[in-house]
């Protein structure tokens, strides 16, 4: 049976597909999606591209043959979340792999399983105990196995640790594997230790020598700190599948996180065409970019991996102001809006760094409209009891017990921390 591949479709149009890897590499960041959370937030993934969500996003559900748990949570995204992504299932490059996870994605529309082959002689050697150009021979063999027994399904293929491998030779296999009917095939770094010239080299020299009918995806890793770093520069190279994950989450350090990625891409067309070049045409439907912090904070619940204050776009940092002047002119002092991207109203957080005006506006938020003799001393009891207790922010519930005293006539002293703003011991 022919059926369209729609990845491959949207990646030689131009568009932006996101390989979302959170519910199957960020298991190797000791993280565990039930199958229920792995459909719904592939369907909350989906959403974020409305009807294209199965062109823009490709679901890796799972890796079956792990156990009969993970076969069915695979296959439980895979019929329930079709119409949302392409669901995907992981395999290694066996007869026995591939046959379970077609089976596992079998019947969905828009499936789509990944057969994993070593690229380079390390991996080649740890994984299939051969050299390279036999590791590859082998994958092609069982590739073409899987693309006879597809029935439809779009098979992709991962070459592990594709930097370190003679390029030459990736590019080689990477054509043939096209040939034999692959529809995308994924240059990973695997050990997370390339910087953007190397990338661009490696994509580019991979693209030319397999030919233009070969779809290329990034998967890169975080380790070095250069996850988006060298995703951007696969995609200077002209890729347009790239491997990511909510919040980062992936084996060791992680990879390059979806929310930044796709954030990136998707709130300024001038920096979406300094990557993927003038008059580009990323979307068949805008990004709904206000859906991301929902999502994030779902995954985060989810997983335990936490928000922080410095976590870009979807932080606990994000839209929040706490001194003097950013305050007065908030446009000057942040790189984009994120009340007209993200949905996130300003709040003002009131620290030992207040002004009378960051004071006074918390204060008109807790229903307290201070005199100008009130906020002078309201603000020498802020800092006073920051740095009594070594502790920068004052919960609202803090300084309204205090206001409610100052404007008594009774103002307190500094009291202990409120329990939802404690330090850790």
């Known amino acids: 049976m022919t059926a369209v591949d729609v990845v491959r479709e949207s990646a030689r149009a131009g568009r932006m597909v996101f390989f979302e890897e959170s519910a199957r590499d960020g298991a ?3 993280t565990l999606m039930t199958a229920d959370f792995r459909v719904r937030l592939a369907r909350e993934q989906g959403a974020v591209f409305g009807v294209d969500g199965p062109r823009h996003v490709v679901f890796a559900a799972g890796f079956p043959s792990v156990c009969a748990q993970e076969f069915e949570a695979t296959r439980q995204v895979a019929l329930e979340a079709q119409e949302s992504v392409s669901p995907s299932a992981i395999c290694r490059g066996t007869a026995q792999d591939v046959r379970l996870a077609l089976s ?4 969905a529309a828009h499936a789509r399983v990944m057969v994993i082959v070593a690229a380079s002689e390390a991996t080649a050697r740890a994984l299939v105990h051969t050299g390279a150009r036999d590791a590859l021979a082998g994958g092609l063999d069982v590739v073409k196995e899987a693309v006879h027994l597809a029935d439809g399904i779009a098979v992709d293929v991962c070459l592990v640790d594709a930097p370190r491998a003679d390029h030459a030779l990736v590019a080689e ?3 043939a594997l096209t040939a034999e009917g692959a529809g995308t095939i994924v240059l990973a770094d695997t050990v997370g230790d390339l910087v953007p010239g190397q990338t661009r080299k490696l994509f580019q020299q991979v693209a030319e020598g397999a030919g233009a ?9 975080n380790d070095l700190g250069l996850g988006l770093a060298n995703t951007l520069a696969a995609l200077e190279s002209g890729v347009r599948v790239a491997a990511c ?7 060791r350090s992680g990879m390059v996180a979806t929310e930044q990625l796709l954030f990136l891409l998707a709130h300024d067309p001038a920096k979406a065409a300094q990557v993927l070049g003038p008059g580009c045409t990323p979307w068949w439907t805008t990004p709904d970019l206000a859906r991301l912090p929902g999502i994030a904070r779902m995954v985060s619940a989810e997983t335990g991996v936490p928000l922080t204050v410095t976590t870009p776009i979807v ?7 706490s001194t003097g002047t950013p305050f007065t002119h908030p446009q000057t002092f942040q790189p984009f809006d994120p009340e007209h991207h993200l949905g996130l109203p300003p709040t003002v957080v009131l620290t030992h760094l207040a ?9 008109l938020r807790l229903g307290y409209d201070l005199n100008p003799d009130h906020t002078g001393t309201a603000l020498v009891w802020v800092k006073d009891r920051a740095y009594r207790l070594g502790q920068a922010v004052v919960a609202d519930a803090d300084f309204a017990t205090y206001l409610e005293g100052l404007t008594a006539g009774t103002p307190a002293s500094v009291p202990a921390p409120h329990p939802a703003s404690a330090p850790a011991s």
């Open 173 to 175: 296999y990477t054509g």
């Open 355 to 363: 002004s009378r005006r960051v004071l006074r506006a918390v204060a």
């Open 245 to 251: 994950s909510w919040l980062g989450m992936a084996e």
């Open 104 to 107: 596992a994605v079998r019947g």
């Open 315 to 321: 932080g606990t940092g994000v839209a929040t102001i």
């Open 213 to 221: 009918e070969s779809v290329l995806v990034s998967h890169l890793h």
């Open 28 to 30: 190797q960041a000791k």
